[in-house]
């Protein structure tokens, strides 16, 4: 498609591809999605982007990245959902290291999410220093759904380009390594003595009580109160007749379609748009400190390969990953949640963690997701979150992935896990604890190398490092 030229888009269901061509000095970029009513958003709730992933209507979804030779960063729009009220859905995309310059055959297309088949697609080749683009739109006309390819750069990055559409934005980045305070907490509780207070009030008390229902007899003088109001309560209703006229005046001056189109999310708390990223020299950071105290919390990995490229469940050269958890409860209790022996969980019941499905065919968009539910913090202890590389390949060699965690409230976490360069077939990714009440996560990105002579005892040998009391048996399988 040229720049400014439309198409009509008869599917009912989309899915939107950003993608680019990766190499070395090429930032990464992330797509987004505004929904827009005479070309603002109605409150904060229409932006869909990485902090954001879902709309509360259910029809927008940012679906995450797809790392390899060509990296894409996914959205999907179930048109046929989009409310009514919704006139324009704004394609987006914002760099992150770099300007869209150093982009190679960015682009954007437009696909059927039946069946695949390409319904639009524009490159835009003319970027110079622009850190944000609107790369195409979804508009309605005559009650039909076109794609217009725009191509508009913004140097000010997705901040300006999400104020321009009137989203309110706070992109100050949440704090990270909030695990020491813990400590001076437990030298207060023992400083301030309690029992000296509780016995100070009680002689005062008994002298005081016996004295207070002497006086109370006097009833009498209060009925004589009740006998004068009377009258002033029949003068009472007829003013309340007459004042009525002026509230019909004010119900007519806000009229009501208006209402619909400021929703009062917009007063709540601006969209940050930072992420966390955990390192070797910054690998801890605090949940609850950050904002997520409650909610489902998701964690989804991408990964790319030398056999090829996928979203975290997409398979490269049927390649199976599997993301698996051990957890530790506050009574003591412990367990696994793995697609192996069919161990999913469950979110409202202990352990409070649930694996959404075991993703073999890679026919998902979102592929295998991790879910732990932060309502019940105060149940847990702790939680090793790994990925085991079930078959499609020998050992982690050649595979880059990346380790997201998305709390509520909270800007995703991000970790990175490469290098491996031995037999591999496991790799711990997180440790997330609760210290004295706070939920901090802690990156391990640790391949673990099986014990000589036991090749598939990777997990035998999680468990002994870090100090989990499993019996550890061979599994059925995935049946």
């Not at 927008?60 to 999907?76: A, I, W, Y």
């Not at 919704?86 to 437009?110: K, P």
């Not at 309502?375 to 079930?390: E, G, N, P, Q």
Request: hydrophobic share 30%.
């Amino acid at each position: 498609m040229m720049k400014g030229a439309n198409v009509p888009v008869s599917a009912g269901a989309v899915r939107i591809e950003l993608g680019w061509q990766s190499g070395p000095g090429v930032p990464d970029a992330d797509a987004s999605a505004l929904l827009l009513v005479s070309g603002k958003v109605r409150s904060d709730n229409d932006f869909v982007f990485y902090n954001q992933p879902v709309h509360p209507s259910g029809a927008v979804r940012h679906e995450g990245k797809q790392h390899g030779q060509t990296v894409l960063d996914l959205l999907s729009v179930n048109l046929s959902q989009v409310e009514p009220q919704i006139e324009t859905i704004v394609i987006a995309a914002s760099a992150t290291g770099g300007t869209f310059r150093q982009f190679q055959g960015l682009y954007v297309r437009v696909l059927d999410a039946a069946n695949g088949a390409e319904l639009a697609r524009f490159a835009s080749g003319d970027a110079t220093t622009e850190t944000a683009f609107v790369l195409g739109e979804l508009y309605r006309r005559q009650g039909s759904w076109k794609f217009r390819a725009v191509g508009q750069g913004y140097n000010t990055g997705l901040e300006g380009l999400a104020t321009d559409f009137g989203i309110s934005v706070d992109s100050e980045p949440a704090p990270t390594q909030q695990y020491t305070p813990p400590p001076p907490q437990q030298q207060q509780q023992f400083t301030p003595p309690p029992p000296q207070q509780q016995y100070a009030p009680p002689p005062p008390q008994p002298y005081t009580q016996p004295a207070q229902p002497q006086y109370a007899p006097p009833p009498p003088p209060p009925q004589q109160q009740q006998y004068a109001p009377p009258p002033q309560q029949y003068t009472q209703p007829p003013q309340p007749q007459y004042a009525p006229p002026p509230p019909p005046q004010q119900q007519y001056a806000p009229p009501p379609p208006q209402q619909g189109y400021a929703p009062p999310p917009q007063q709540g708390a601006p969209v940050n748009l930072s992420k966390i990223s955990l390192t070797k020299d910054a690998p801890t950071v605090s949940l609850t400190k950050s904002g997520a105290t409650g909610g489902t919390m998701r964690v989804n990995l991408n990964w790319t390969t030398s056999r090829g490229t996928g979203l975290f469940g997409r398979k490269a050269s049927n390649l199976d990953l599997d993301l698996c958890c051990f957890y530790e409860l506050a009574n003591g209790s412990i367990g696994s949640v793995r697609a192996l022996d069919r161990r999913f969980g469950d979110l409202q019941n202990p352990p409070f963690i649930r694996l959404d499905q075991d993703d073999r065919t890679g026919s998902s968009a979102t592929g295998e997701n991790l879910d732990i539910n932060l309502d019940f913090t105060r149940f847990f202890r702790r939680i090793l979150v790994f990925t085991s590389l079930y078959e499609g390949a020998r050992d982690f060699r050649g595979v880059q992935a990346t380790a997201t965690l998305y709390p509520v409230n909270s800007v995703p976490i991000e970790m990175t896990l490469d290098g491996c360069v031995d037999d591999s077939r496991d790799a711990v990714l997180a440790i997330i604890e609760n210290v004295n009440g706070e939920l901090v996560v802690r990156r391990e990105c640790t391949f673990i190398r099986p014990p000589a002579g036991q090749p598939g005892g990777g997990i035998t040998e999680i468990v002994r490092r870090y100090n989990w009391a499993f019996d550890i048996r061979a599994g059925r399988g995935k049946d």
